[in-house]
């Protein structure tokens, strides 16, 4: 018996592929088949007549008049592998639904609807219609096989590929063609396998999503922050455990509350009516200060809610204590602020003001100021004014330091660089100083071979270990501090000019007390208070306080002011319980000033300024000169004992310098100065 014939018709030639592949698989060569995409095809001897569409389709490619077999129209199924892509689209997403006539692609939009896809948003399109789509109104076009017919505007296409043969139709044809259909069992099982497998995957992805919220539940409640998300109609939806401690309320009771009913003093409103941030700022709540920030939640450019999060700020200075208490025991850590830099001098408070802005940014700081005029207390202000506060202060002093130990105390050394080396290495001070500032104080006495290295770590911002061979990186403020003019040392050549410039972006200078003898008493007094030292100076101390010229600075009022409490019987020392050299050796000598008031009042300025005019003249000489050789070389009329008297009182004030036999009298350095003056 010769094998049926169908006669398959189709609009595409890749759709004849799909019933073909479905046919085969169903009647395996039981039958045979024609195409009209292969003609000629003699209508006399086929079976039956497959359409893949309305007789229309049909009548336009055959003639019917010839046509004396059965015709089947064909259903479609769909294949639900393909369907899962549709899954992922959000809600109301605009699809192009695109295929090659209106009865079919009406048809695909009805069954996708019956399917369950109902909450996207389909636009029929087949080329037969008259309505020309807006492309820039879709956001995916869907098909079945038919990719060629989308507008090219559409940026996104989903192809489900050819619908194939349902089973309604397989077996229509196996009762014309009175075949076997031994198959069908099978077909089903794969619809019913293809339903169960979707639903296996819907219901782990239910789980999935369930793991993932008790998941994100644990991760809001470990938060040290309350939380709360109020969804865009005002409900509250997430309430995390910190929410419910902070503000005293039952998280759970309150989820699904409307927010105004639960946190009335929270400004919300600003949030979900203007859909804009509300910055971090400090409200009260129920007699707590509350710091809070609160943003709207867009998703896809819609406003989905708002989310608060705050803390509790006696909370959040208790973590500032742990902070600074954690320094402390490391010893990484600062004790002075701008606030505990005395004096109110102008000099002074230029200075402040200066430090203050170059505290601002990260630029390297080098402080230069003599000895004891608080170069360090000015360098951690600076941290501690600056965005690292909350960052190690880490200071290192290079005074008599030795190369060797300056390059493992900054960089460190890994294990068994060096004998003596600790087990497992150590990090360096330029590591522990991570994310804070490093202070370098007299960096002029830092070995040669010590600043090339600083000028590396400053350039690459990155250390090797002593012994290592991996590069660290380092995110470190360098604040350097010198007492000797650096300049100076350069051309001596112990300084590299290069690291000069690299630490000299932001100098600041600290001014020696001498210039700001104003601040004597506000130091003076501060240090007695914060050191309990009940004491107070006569017009008189102070005065003296003044005119000495304190080489040691700031340092040597405070020792001064030990000095005193301990020495002094009752709490007003007078100027005879100072140390000697503040008295007599320097009275009212180093300061200029006060030395020409006292030539003031010792008689006439001119013969002082004779004499000292004819002891520098008489400078060449190796001894001084002789009384009566000075009297000779004057032109004002003097006795000897007049000058007998002025040179003893230039003597005092260390303006003249007279030796002890017969060396006669010559003039100082500081006499010189005074005759500048006079
Ligand atoms: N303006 C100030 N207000 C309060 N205390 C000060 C002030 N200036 C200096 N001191 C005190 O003086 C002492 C010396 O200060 P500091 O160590 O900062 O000086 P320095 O310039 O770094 O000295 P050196 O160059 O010797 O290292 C410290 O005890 C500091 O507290």
Known sequence: MNKPIIFIITKEIDLYHTFRDKIHEIFGGEVQLRSNHFPPVDLEEVDLILSSGAEEIYRDIVDTSKVKAPLVVANRSIDFNKLEILFELPVGTKCLLVSNTKEVVYESMSMLERLGFDYLDFTP?????????????????????LKDLVHEGVQRVIDLENRSLDLSTLFEIAKILKQPFDQSRHMTMDYVKNFVRIGRELAQSVQNELEMNSYLESVLDAAQEGIIFINADGKITVFNEEASSILGLDGQASLGKNYTEVLRDFPIEQVMAKKEPFPRQMIRFQGLNILTTMKPL????????????????TYVQRMEQEIRKKKLDTGMTTKY?????????????ETRNLAKKLARNDYTVLIMGESGTGKEIFAQAIHEHSSRRSGPFVAVNFAGITQSLAESELFGYEEGAFTGASRGGKAGLFELAQNGTIFLDEIGDAPLKIQAAILRVLQEK??????????????????????????????????????????????????????????????????????????????????????????????????????????????????????????????NTSDVNKVMKLLEQAGDKRIFKEILQCLSLYQGGKSGIGRVRLKAMMDQPITEGQLRTKLEILKKCECVLTGAKKQGTSITEFGKQVLTQL
Request: charged content about 25%.
């Open 298 to 313: 867009l998703q896809d450019g819609t406003f989905t809610g708002a989310v608060l999060t705050f803390q509790d700020v």
């Open 462 to 587: 990155q250390v090797m270990r002593v012994g290592g061979n991996k590069m660290i990186p380092v995110n470190v403020r360098v604040i350097a501090a010198t007492n000797k003019p650096l300049y100076d040392i350069i051309k001596e050549g112990t300084f590299r000019e290069d690291l000069y410039y690299r630490l000299n972006q932001l100098p600041l200078e600290i001014p020696p007390l001498r210039n700001r003898k104003e601040d004597i008493q506000d130091l003076a007094e501060c240090f007695l208070q914060k050191n309990q030292i009940h004491m107070r100076f006569t017009p008189e101390v102070f005065d003296r306080l003044s005119v000495y010229h304190w080489p040691g600075n700031v340092r040597e009022l405070e020792g001064l002011l030990t000095y005193l409490s301990v020495t002094v019987d009752g709490v007003e020392p007078s100027v005879q319980n100072l140390p000697r050299h503040l008295t007599i050796k320097n009275e």
């Open 337 to 349: 602020t701008f606030d505990d830099i005395i004096g109110h001098s102008d000099l002074m408070r």
């Open 125 to 145: 399109y087949s080329p037969d219609m008259d309505v020309i789509p807006d492309v820039c109104q879709i956001d995916v076009a869907v098909t079945h096989g």
